[in-house]
């Protein structure tokens, strides 16, 4: 499941075009089947976009819909029509249609041809994700794990080489798409000899490892070349957490943040400035701390406009948060709709009033996420830990409503109390606020209704498979 793990007729949602500019391209379509609206969704021109923008078109009695979506440049994104999830990618010259019935769909129009190869790839299980589930199926050695990714890049390739054989494709989806494999190829094979000494328990020394894998470090995966690929930032990020973590294992003096740092500083040309932009932005979103020493030494590259924008959109952004730390949330939040297992519309405001007097742990999941799934019983554990006392545990999921959805989210959770979801899913004002992009997210509100955190302590310990005392003691305080 994308849990993104996510076109107005004519409004959109989040903010619409950025300070530059702004093209708007077209997009009409008839819906078969799958909803009452088209949701457009993480639609990101820029490798540092977190996860974009998100628009939605209603879809009239007659089935057709019409949107104007504005674009800067080369963008891709998602399409979401009832359960079903399509990839999406638009440049500033198009006007595309498409028909949309369950999981089919057809593009026609300037932009068709690009969108219909990316289907074709999603329909031969080729997308990157292919080679991440692989990567952490289990069912791999180095050997076997070398050869799928071997047949996997000839298999992309292929696809492409043959369908522009016949049909011309826009130069930059064919750019973004071999930078794409190329990026993929190399990150697998330089990550997989993580995965497998956790999933082994064996060192690194004692794998023997083939040539094939021992051309992939973390500087062979920098290019410059790659800077403006979404997909490209957030790899060589991952790599530099792997490579940053192995370190600090075996050092007690310095943090997987220090090595990090090392990491970032001795890649070369345009991504190093890029890297550092999006390691001071995740420090800022999972942390919510400013680090004014390492921003010092970002702003000493002398970084490009975007970069410098970017970082200082996050510092305003998390400032703007912080504001609302020991205060009712605005009207808008409190407004926003959630509905309860047995069909109740409510608004979160009427959440949080039916709630006061006790401190309320909000936990934001889905059924389709792995991490809010494995956190359930350590949540139980705690409230078990603090029943008699006045704190209410509140489940809120991001999930589509349909047949059997609360027999499910009671099954995954192990508790049938206080269950909800959210109407408008991801797409509510508290997401937005908050830029809450994944889930779980945890939310801790004082007695009176008041936010105390609006990233707070998950309920276990990754690292430990244990229960986060941390947590239990916050929440104790609050009493």
Known sequence: MRNYLLIV????????????????VTVTGNVLSGGDKVY??????????????????????????SIEIPVTAYTTGLINAGNYYHDFVISPTDHISLTINGDSIIYTGAGANKNTLNNLVQINNLGVNRAFMEMFSGKHTPESFVFFMGKYKFQRDSIINTF???????????????????????????????????????????????????????YDLTSDEYIHNGFYVNIIMGAIHDAAYAKSMNDTLKTID?????????????????????????????????????????????????????????IAKYVKKQSYI???LPDNVLALELEDTVGNKLTFGQLLDNNKGNVIYLDMWSLGCVPCRFAMPYSNQLKDELRGKSISFVYITV?????????????ASMTDK?????????????HKLFEIYWVPNYMIFDKSGKLVSYSAERPVNFETETLNNKLKEQLLELL
């Open 9 to 24: 007729a004519a409004i959109a949602l989040l903010t619409g075009c950025k300070p530059k500019k702004c093209d708007t």
């Open 164 to 218: 522009t054989a016949t049909n011309s494709v826009d130069s930059n989806y064919i750019n973004g798409y071999n930078s794409e494999t190329q990026i993929m190829y190399c990150y697998a094979l330089y990550r997989f000899p993580y995965v497998y000494i956790e999933q082994t328990g064996k060192t690194i020394e004692e794998l023997a490892l083939s040539e094939a894998y021992k051309y992939h470090t973390i």
């Open 40 to 65: 457009f969704m993480h639609m990101k021109s820029s490798s540092l976009d977190n996860v974009g923008e998100t628009y939605e078109a209603p879809i009239d009695t007659n089935g057709y819909f």
């Open 399 to 411: 999930d589509k409503k349909r047949e059997n959805l609360w027999g499910e989210v009671v099954k």
């Open 258 to 314: 220090d090595y990090k740092l090392e990491l970032i500083m001795n890649i070369p040309g345009l991504t190093r400035e890029y890297i550092m932009a999006k390691f001071i932005n995740n420090k800022i979103a999972f942390d919510q701390i400013v680090d004014s020493t390492v921003v010092a030494s970002f702003k000493m590259l002398n970084p490009t406009t975007e970069t410098m924008d970017y970082v200082d959109n996050s």
């Open 418 to 430: 206080n269950h909800y979801r959210f109407v408008d899913n991801m797409q509510s004002d508290l």
């Open 326 to 328: 020991g205060a009712i």
